[in-house]
Structures are given as C-alpha cells and as structure tokens.
Nanobody, 124 residues
Framework: QVQLVESGGGLVQAGGSLRLSCAAS????????MGWFRQTPGKEREFVGA????????RYADSVKGRFTISRDNAKKTVYLQMNSLKPEDTAVYYC?????????????????WGQGTQVTVSS
C-alpha cells in the first residue's frame, strides 16, 4: 500500500520559513518524480513545484520561484519543500504527489499518488 505522509506545516509569521517533508512508503521512491501542490478553500489545487525522478531537475511556479526549494533524499524516501520569505498568500493546505518516471510536471492528473496534506498558515 502506497502512502505519502506530509508533515512540517504550521503557523508562521510573514517573512518566516517552514520546511515541509513528505515521507513515502510502499513504492520504489527513486523511480518517482515528486510534486508539491497547494489548495485554499474555494480554489483549485495549484502546482507549487516538482523534482524529477532522475537528475534532480526542479521546476517551480512563478509565485514561489526564488523563495521555495524542493529537494529529495532517496535513501530516506522523503521529499522536502523549504519555504522561505513566506507571505500570507502562501497560506494553504500543501500536498505532495508522486509520478512514476515523471519529469517536472505541473499537471495534477499525471500524478499517481497523493498525500493527505498539511496546513500552512502565514500570518501578516
């Protein structure tokens, strides 16, 4: 059974930092590209960034470029989202997702598995 479990969310002041983690089990993690998405009430889930399964290529949404960094540790089967210079508009539930042999894709339907999400709240 595949599981993706996000952690690290919480409440932070604007300008602060958080690091989200997504621990995977039940799959060959190194074969999966990993993506991060976020969603706020009443809005569609949106792409934040992704890291490829090989080569460590990354891609980010324009709204987070230069502030967020994705990395992965295949030995720990974990992907990270380092979020710096947080803004109130970054407030959302953050989800990780896995795409078998994927690239840095921002399309939700390409992802095979999803986590349950973790709440990030940025206060002004």
């Amino acid at each position: 059974q595949v599981q993706l479990v996000e952690s690290g969310g919480g409440l932070v002041q604007a300008g602060g930092s958080l690091r989200l983690s997504c621990a995977a089990s039940g799959l060959t993690f190194s074969n999966y590209a990993m993506g991060w998405f976020r969603q706020t009430p009443g809005k569609e889930r949106e792409f934040v960034g992704a890291i490829s399964w090989i080569g460590g290529n990354t891609r980010y949404a324009d709204s987070v470029k230069g502030r967020f960094t994705i990395s992965r540790d295949n030995a720990k089967k974990t992907v990270y989202l380092q979020m710096n210079s947080l803004k109130p508009e970054d407030t959302a539930v953050y989800y990780c997702a896995a795409d078998l042999y994927g690239g840095v894709i921002g399309t939700m339907k390409m992802y095979d598995y999803w986590g349950q999400g973790t709440q990030v709240t940025v206060s002004s």
